[in-house]
Structures are given as structure tokens and as C-alpha cells.
């Protein structure tokens, strides 16, 4: 391939414009606070999903509470009524009598039982909405985390982005007379050879590969027209003579 040594040399500015945008563009995939807010986020669904289930508990044991609640009231006013008839000397059989005040130990017994539950979920009802109240408390936390991490993520890639853009017009201008088919040999080259296309043969050096070309190659290389278009026989990326390549 042939191609005007200026557009060979402006490769190499071409190169560099593509490697500092390549640069910006992992920066803006790997800022810090990426990584910390995906570690948030997740962090974040586990404790909503957990504040769920414990509202779902909550819940739960407020029915519980009620029925226990409205049990306890049942109960004794059974015990009030009986209490009521027994005062109110309607009951006179003594076996009848003696059968009713079996029957208010016996309501005594539950209502000591029932008021007992009462305590124990009252005590669960408690834990679970403390448990609410330090979940709510974390999610709050990292909420505030994120957004401050959000803002800095912003700024920086907002840096970043600029300087992306500007990098993003230099190459414009630069290859706006390049030969298509030495750009597109360059392209093929960067894209198969990790962001790197083409390089300087710097003091006898392949800055592709960073190999050093033996007496053979450079007698090779000296003979060839400037306009030749080289590559480099170990890495094959476009070999660009300079004043600096020691020939
Ligand atoms: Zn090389």
C-alpha cells in the first residue's frame, strides 16, 4: 500500500488522539463511585426486600394482637356476667351455684392465659418495629450516600465527557484528508490489536510491539519509498518512519 508520508505521520497523531480518547472512555466506565454505587444499590434491594418481610410480620401480629385482645374482652365479660347473675341471686340451686364458680376459676385461668399472650405479642409487635425503624434508618443512610455519590459521578464524568468530545473533534480534523484505505487498514489494525494501529519505528524500535528490528529489516525498511505504507513484520501494526527511527 502506498499513502503520502504527511498522512503517515499524521497517523501517529491520529494514534494518540484514539488512545487519549480510549483513556477518558475507561476512565468514564471505571469511575470510583461506580462501583461503590453498585454496591449500594444492591445493598439497598436486599434491605428493602427485608423491610417488606418485616412489615408483613408487623402486620401479621397486629391481627394476631386484635384477636388476642378481643378474646381477653370476651372472656371477661363472661366472667362479668356470670358474676352479675351470681350477685344478682339468680342462680339459687347450690349445684348450679357451685358449677358457675367452678366455671369463673376456670374463665379466671384463661383470662390470666389470654393477657399473658397479650404481653408476648405486644413484645414481638415492639421488636418488629424496632427492626422497622433500623432498617428505615440504613436505607435512609445509603440513600444519602448515593446521592452524594451520584452528584460526584456526575461532575467527573461531566469532566470527562468534555475532554472525551474535544478528543472526539481533534481526530476529525485530523483525518479529514487521510487516504480512506490507509485509515481503514488503520482501524482494522486498532481494532484487532488492543486500541493500537499504527506506530513509530522510534530508534530502530517497533513502539507496537517494543521489539527492536534487527540489521536485516532496517536495510529492508531504508530502501523503501517514503510512501510506502510498512508494517511490522512482528506485530503487523503500520510502522511509521520518522527522523527519530535511527535508519
Ligand atoms: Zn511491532
Redo the contacts with the bound molecule.
Sequence with gaps: MKADPVAQLTLLDVQTADAKADQLRHQLANLPELARIAELTAERTELDNATRDVRIKVDDLSVEQRQVDAEVEQVKARRTRDQQRLEAGQVTKPADIERMQHEMVSLERRIAKLEDDELEVMQQVEDAQAELTELTARVTNIDVELESLAKSRDEKAGVLEQQLADQVSDRTGLIADMPAELLALYERLRAAKGGVGA?MLRARR?E??M?TLDNAELAQIKQKPADEVLR?E??Q?I?IRTDESGL
Aim: contains cysteine; proline residues 0%.
Design positions: 506506530a517497533c507496537g510491539c521489539l511490522c512482528e506485530c501494526r510502522l
